[in-house]
């Protein structure tokens, strides 16, 4: 027996009079002028099924049994709607199936909520019954999108000669940065394997292996705390190339994401992707992932209050702080009561205060004017280039704190005003980032991309004497204020990178036992090489215009790593803790 | 600086007279008439690079000091070789470059074994030197067939309306059948994720979320006690449809074997896969996945010998076991040395012994002639079909052990009479399965595919009265002797799955622990539907006429599932256990 011969999407007027069978779910039904209509559903689409008690009483008894969520295969005729009876939002609403015969192939308990788009159902009951809501448009879009991501990007790189190839999942742990979910032997015991956070050692020993270009969408995995919209395991692009520059991989980098935008945008992105030094996207947008779809920049004032006499900035400046703005058109949209949603916005991410001033009248107005000389009003109209009906707001405090704020600030403007263009796409480069970066929680400075990038040629003197002045090989790629995919050039000789080693405070045991695999491989020929990796699922969200990257994952877990539908972590028998020769460590409280 | 024009192997003697630069690693070198030539490698080819003293003596010396494995970059002009010099068998064999400018890119020791084909060095030092062993031709050209196989399947999928979808890494531990890797929980400490010994309750759960056609190349995992080449972790091509019966999923299954030949070998399978029942497949070929590149087939003689008088057969006779044999020609390639082989490959099978019987001058010869009535004689002949010069061998035991030994025989008398037609490929469905099959070490019958399989709608009703004789709705795939592939149309009913439980000896308890989230699931409108799962790794390594799965598989691991390159698994911190609440076992002997 075969279930169907079109599926709920595809029967159109010229179908009429064929005797058809469909098989699906039941969306609906209603009862109309003696008439039973179902809305019968598929992954295709929608068909409507009339069951007419003239067609035999059984049949429409039968019929009149059926709920929501049943699953049932339809025999019956193609008839052409009447007249004002057309649907022309549906791709099938031209006709409708005069059911002839019905096959209840699987019965449905109520669903524990309504399988429509419009929903607010709380996002825990979604997650334990993801199958459902997973039937909704929506959702089911988002994953086919998804699917045709998986598509583009491969054909991409098999069209470009990249190596498709497999890393292993089982591997050593080497923890660097964030944790590693580690996997115990039972051959071994006491011994783990760890799972990848990412493949980035195998794919630099691919590169000495000689593939000289590798790609691989791949399952990757974090033990972080997990901040909001994070997942434990995410999937990422991810890519290397040998004997290349850092032109070489972003030229590849743009040519894919143009090719994702004209296939599944239908959009052409012609013009090369602008590059911006990390330092100039902190001090203008206060961001290393600059959302440029608004125009919106910070200007630097701590020179016009040099010798100010308003004390909260002059104490900033003796403990060499800085003190900047922004300014914005608008200032009529600006009552008190949202002026003091703005400064409490501002002290949440850390600002002592916010000070304001309004453009009116060809002068500055606020609280604080009675503190300026006129030169410094004069200077702060000049360098912001205000003009009446602006608003300047201003931050004071260390470099990088302030502009960070502002740089949130800024998003929350651009939002409030409704600067941003959505319509429009803002793809950027941040290249030139420090090496390193300061870890308050180790106390340490460590990689800022990861201990393998390349510092730039010119710095790698620089490496032991000012080792905060060394630049990385480094960069990312940001689109419409996202990180989508961040690589470097790697080291590609043992003794740099011996010698980056030490200066992140690595020793040289320590290099040997986590990463001496690497160091020998590099003694045996490895060619100058370099990459990238693209956040799959980020990419996927931005292009669904999706909220979370829950909405693109089929099964996703929890912010605290759970997964409700099958309700995992869970626990584990004796026999198999013995096995692998674990206990439970004992509850200490 | 470039690295490159051209890769090392796309010169040719069109590019007469061009400056180029190539990169890559130093193959080999050797002087010649004051000459130094170098054999440059990249993944593409290798180029010839000749350097002349009369180019200049620093470069000259510089190049002098080249050695295996360097990594260089060269400039200089494409030559035609001297006639005589031009090498037919290298894509780059009519032209050489004349070296203008060296780069040397990276140094290297010297390979603990020589990079090329023909090479016997220890598995081990492979293993642990992958990245040298990966730049062998051989290995290289099998991993980018695996790269090739992956796009052909992928593209067969997406041709087809399949959907892609990413199933969970960190599931829950669900044993049945093999032992799951284990990954702890931080967040949740005792509470443990597993990794997948297949996505199997996972897609059957997409097909209850309506995405009707899903499939997947991705990686699965099982601690087993590893035999010859099996790998603890390892990629399947996993596939699910809806609305489906068997032979959905076979056609769809063929066409993908069809386009793979197509376009990895260049060959059209143009017939239909032949199809034969378990039961035929083990009394005629004692092997569930025979290989039918040759057509010797097994015949039952249990009734000949019914009145016998050879005591060894009329005993197996008593204990209700068979008596069996395979007849082939060249009784004159049987010495008794040969003969003596044979026996020993049986008994080492588990046959207590063998019979043979030569057909010579129209009668049968052999030691145990003298117990064989004429009668009996010519029935053996009659049914065995033998001729002058064919030799029979006999083995007699219980039923399945008998079919299984001479299956290995079989085999083994096809590789020694050189019966195999190498050129043929031989593709075939075995269906009708039991549903169950005795496990001896857990002492009691366990699902012979796994336990959501369908039985066939006929055998139900036997479900509790005779549960031996219930056949499942499975299907294998296999190609010349190996299994390739295997699915079964699953049961979709919650009731049905809960009587198989039953049936499995799986109490109501433990099905709702294990597998309630099916359960449920099964609840809400699921489908009728099915699907396969393709071994990637041995398609893989069938395609590339392979020996081992490791040969296909970039970072392989031993059978005790080390990885010797990168040393894992490997000890871990106590902070890591601490953080994971786990103790180690203390040693107990």
Redesign the interface.
């Known amino acids: 027996?075969?279930?169907?011969t079109h599926?709920c999407g595809e029967l159109r007027s010229e179908h009429k009079g064929q005797v058809v069978q469909l098989?699906g779910?039941v969306k609906n039904w209603r009862n109309h002028g003696g008439l039973l209509f179902i809305d019968l559903?598929?992954?295709?689409g929608i068909t409507q099924i009339v069951f007419n008690p003239q067609q035999g009483k059984t049949l429409y008894e039968k019929a009149m049994t059926l709920r929501s969520?049943?699953?049932i295969?339809v025999q019956g005729k193609v008839n052409l709607r009447p007249e004002g009876m057309v649907n022309k939002d549906m791709s099938t609403g031209e006709i409708e199936i005069t059911a002839e015969k019905l096959n209840i192939?699987?019965?449905?308990?109520t669903?524990p909520f309504e399988i429509m788009d419009e929903i607010d159902v709380h996002e825990e009951l979604k997650l334990k019954?993801?199958?459902?809501d997973?039937?909704r448009t929506a959702n089911?879009n988002n994953?086919?999108l998804?699917?045709q991501l998986?598509?583009i990007v491969?054909d991409f790189f098999?069209q470009n000669d990249f190596?498709?190839?497999?890393?292993?999942?089982?591997?050593?742990?080497t923890?660097e940065g964030a944790?590693?979910?580690?996997?115990?032997?039972?051959?071994?015991?006491?011994?783990?394997?760890?799972?990848p956070q990412s493949p980035q050692?195998?794919k630099q020993?691919?590169m000495?292996?000689?593939?000289?270009?590798y790609f691989q969408i791949v399952?990757c995995?974090r033990?972080e705390d997990l901040r909001k919209d994070r997942q434990?395991?995410f999937?990422q692009i991810d890519i290397e190339m040998s004997?290349?520059?850092e032109s070489d991989v972003m030229d590849v980098s743009e040519n894919l994401v143009k090719k994702i935008y004209k296939e599944i945008k239908g959009k052409e992105l012609k013009s090369e992707f602008p590059r911006m030094s990390y330092q100039e996207a902190q001090s203008k947008y206060g961001s290393d992932k600059p959302d440029l779809r608004f125009d919106l920049s910070i200007t630097v004032l701590t020179d016009v209050f040099n010798e100010t006499q308003f004390n909260a900035f002059s104490s900033v400046i003796d403990d060499k702080g800085i003190i900047a703005g922004l300014c914005v058109e608008g200032a009529d949209r600006f009552s008190r009561k949202q002026i003091d949603k703005v400064t409490d916005f501002v002290k949440n991410h850390g600002a002592k205060g916010l000070v304001w001033l309004k453009h009116q009248e060809d002068t500055l107005e606020g609280p604080i004017v009675k503190f300026l000389s006129d030169r410094e009003k004069n200077e702060v109209i000049q360098k912001t280039k205000s003009k009446n009906n602006d608003i300047i707001f201003i931050v004071a405090g260390k470099e990088e704190e302030t502009f960070s704020i502002l740089g949130e600030l800024r998003l929350y403007l651009g939002e409030y005003l409704d600067l941003l263009d959505k319509t429009k796409d803002s793809f950027l480069w941040i290249i030139d980032f420090p090496m390193l970066e300061f870890d308050h929680e180790e106390n340490k400075f460590v990689a800022r991309h990861h201990p393998f990038t390349s510092p730039i040629t010119k710095d790698i003197d620089l490496l032991e004497k000012e080792p905060t002045k060394v630049k990385a090989r480094a960069y990312d790629l940001v689109m419409n204020g996202n990180e989508i995919a961040g690589g470097s050039i790697r080291i590609?000789?043992a003794s740099l990178q011996q010698r980056v080693f030490q200066m992140l405070g690595i020793s040289k045991q320590e290099a040997e036992d986590k990463f001496?695999?690497l160091l020998t491989?590099l003694?045996?020929?490895?060619?100058?090489h370099g990459g990238i990796a693209f956040g799959f699922d980020r990419l996927a969200m931005l292009l669904a215009n999706a909220n979370s990257l829950r909405d693109v994952?089929?099964?996703p877990?929890t912010t605290?790593?759970?997964?409700l539908?099958?309700?995992?972590?869970?626990?584990?028998s004796e026999k198999?803790l013995?096995?692998?020769?674990?206990?439970?460590?004992s509850n200490k409280n």
Chains 1, 2 share one sequence.
Request: hydrophobic share 35%.
């Open positions: 027996m075969k279930y169907r599926n098989s779910w559903r598929d992954r295709y969520e049943y699953v295969s192939l699987n019965v449905a308990q669903p019954y993801r199958y459902l997973l039937r089911k994953i086919l998804r699917s998986y598509k491969r098999h190596a498709e190839i497999e890393t292993p999942f089982l591997m050593k742990s923890p944790r590693d979910f580690l996997v115990p032997s039972r051959n071994y015991k006491g011994k783990f394997y760890a799972l050692i195998y020993i691919l000495i292996a000689g593939f000289d270009r399952k995995f033990d434990p395991e999937t004997f290349v520059d590609h000789q001496g695999f491989a003694e045996y020929g490895a060619p100058p994952i089929a099964f877990k605290s790593a759970l997964s539908m099958d309700g995992s972590p869970s626990p584990v198999q013995s096995e692998l020769g674990l206990r439970l460590e």
